[in-house]
Nanobody, 115 residues
């Protein structure tokens, strides 16, 4: 079955960096667009970044220039490198894949940025 497992979150000071990973299984990873979302307390889930099967990327305006999404098809893993983190980046970060009519989500990894 489809499985997405995020890791790499933690507590970091403002200005710091983290790299999140999302390990995928149960589908042909290299064929699909992968997305990172985040959900802050009391806020709606928002799209952070996407990467196509051809490694074309797109970012939310709020993270452009600070976050980089990438993928390693040999490892079935998508990454989110985050630099210059800000307190407003505090959220649970989730990866997602859409397969046909269905969206599959991981359980998320928590990122907390202290000021």
């Amino acid at each position: 079955q489809v499985r997405l497992v995020e890791s790499g979150g933690g507590l970091v000071q403002a200005g710091g960096s983290l790299r999140l990973s999302c390990a995928a299984s149960g589908f042909t990873f290299s064929n699909y667009l992968m997305s990172w979302y985040r959900q802050a307390p009391g806020k709606q889930r928002e799209l952070v970044a996407t990467i196509t099967s051809g490694s074309n990327t797109n970012y939310a305006e709020s993270v452009k220039g600070r976050f980089t999404i990438s993928r390693d098809n040999a490892k079935n893993t998508v990454y989110l490198q985050m630099i210059n983190l800000k307190p407003e980046d505090t959220a649970v970060y989730l990866c997602k894949v859409a397969l046909g009519l269905y969206n599959y989500w991981g359980q998320g990894t928590r990122v907390t940025v202290s000021s």
